[in-house]
C-alpha cells in the first residue's frame, strides 16, 4: 500500500495521466475535416462520434486503434518490460483512463474510455474484456442502443471481477511482481466508475 503513495507512484500516475490524456480523436478529426469534435456531434472526444464528425473509416479505424494502443502498450510496458509492482501498475491504469476521460489540453473534455479501457483489460486480465463484449452483445441485441449497451457492460466488469476471485482459471497475471487480487478488485472497480460516471454525464445531458 505504501508503494502507491510513493514519489513513484505518483510519477506512474502523473505519466500515464499524460499518456491517456493524447485527444487522438481531436487531432484526427483536426486534420481530416478541420473541425473541432468537442463542439461537433455528441461532444465526445472518441472513437463513435470521430466517425460522426469526419465521416471517414479510417479516422475511426485509426482513432480506436491507437486509443486501445494507449491503454495496453503502458500496461504491457509497466508489467513485462519495467517489472513495476502491480499495485503501481494499476494506478497508472486508473491514471490512464482519467487522462482520456478528462484530459488537460482540452479544458477536460474528453472520451468516455472504452477504447483504452479494451487496451487494459487485455493486458491485465482478457476474461473481463471478454465478459464486457457478450454483455454487451445482448443488450445491444435487445435494446439496439450503444449506449446502453456500453453502460450495461461496464456495469457488469464488477460481476466478473468478483468472478475472478472464485475462479482461479480466470486469474491473470498472477505471477508479475506483487500481484494481488486486492489491488485488481479495488483498482478495476475504480476503472469502472471512472468509465461509467462519463456514460452517466452524457445520458444527463440528453435528459437536460
Given at each position: 500500500?505504501?508503494?502507491?503513495?510513493?514519489?513513484?507512484?505518483?510519477?506512474?500516475?502523473?505519466?500515464?495521466?499524460?499518456?491517456?490524456?493524447?485527444?487522438?480523436?481531436?487531432?484526427?478529426?483536426?486534420?481530416?475535416?478541420?473541425?473541432?469534435?468537442?463542439?461537433?456531434?455528441?461532444?465526445?472526444?472518441?472513437?463513435?462520434?470521430?466517425?460522426?464528425?469526419?465521416?471517414?473509416?479510417?479516422?475511426?479505424?485509426?482513432?480506436?486503434?491507437?486509443?486501445?494502443?494507449?491503454?495496453?502498450?503502458?500496461?504491457?510496458?509497466?508489467?513485462?518490460?519495467?517489472?513495476?509492482?502491480?499495485?503501481?501498475?494499476?494506478?497508472?491504469?486508473?491514471?490512464?483512463?482519467?487522462?482520456?476521460?478528462?484530459?488537460?489540453?482540452?479544458?477536460?473534455?474528453?472520451?468516455?474510455?472504452?477504447?483504452?479501457?479494451?487496451?487494459?483489460?487485455?493486458?491485465?486480465?482478457?476474461?473481463?474484456?471478454?465478459?464486457?463484449?457478450?454483455?454487451?452483445?445482448?443488450?445491444?441485441?435487445?435494446?439496439?442502443?450503444?449506449?446502453?449497451?456500453?453502460?450495461a457492460a461496464t456495469l457488469s466488469?464488477?460481476?466478473?471481477?468478483?468472478?475472478?476471485?472464485?475462479?482461479?482459471?480466470?486469474?491473470?497475471?498472477?505471477?508479475?511482481?506483487?500481484?494481488?487480487?486486492?489491488?485488481?478488485?479495488?483498482?478495476?472497480?475504480?476503472?469502472?466508475?471512472?468509465?461509467?460516471?462519463r456514460h452517466r454525464?452524457?445520458?444527463?445531458?440528453?435528459?437536460?
Amino acid at each position: 500500500m505504501n508503494e502507491i503513495f510513493s514519489f513513484t507512484g505518483l510519477i506512474v500516475f502523473v505519466l500515464c495521466y499524460l499518456v491517456g490524456s493524447f485527444p487522438t480523436a481531436y487531432i484526427l478529426v483536426r486534420l481530416k475535416s478541420k473541425k473541432d469534435i468537442t463542439k461537433e456531434g455528441s461532444g465526445n472526444v472518441g472513437t463513435l462520434n470521430s466517425f460522426e464528425v469526419s465521416k471517414s473509416k479510417r479516422v475511426l479505424i485509426a482513432v480506436l486503434l491507437i486509443d486501445i494502443l494507449k491503454g495496453l502498450l503502458p500496461a504491457w510496458i509497466l508489467i513485462y518490460v519495467m517489472n513495476v509492482p502491480f499495485a503501481l501498475v494499476m494506478l497508472g491504469m486508473s491514471g490512464l483512463i482519467i487522462g482520456h476521460n478528462y484530459p488537460v489540453w482540452l479544458k477536460f473534455t474528453g472520451g468516455r474510455g472504452l477504447a483504452t479501457g479494451t487496451g487494459i483489460f487485455l493486458v491485465i486480465n482478457y476474461f473481463i474484456l471478454i465478459g464486457w463484449c457478450v454483455t454487451w452483445a445482448v443488450v445491444f441485441l435487445f435494446r439496439r442502443d450503444v449506449l446502453i449497451a456500453n453502460t450495461a457492460a461496464t456495469l457488469s466488469i464488477t460481476v466478473y471481477v468478483v468472478l475472478v476471485n472464485y475462479i482461479s482459471w480466470m486469474v491473470v497475471n498472477s505471477s508479475v511482481n506483487g500481484f494481488s487480487l486486492v489491488y485488481f478488485n479495488v483498482f478495476s472497480v475504480i476503472i469502472t466508475a471512472i468509465i461509467i460516471i462519463r456514460h452517466r454525464e452524457v445520458f444527463k445531458s440528453k435528459t437536460d
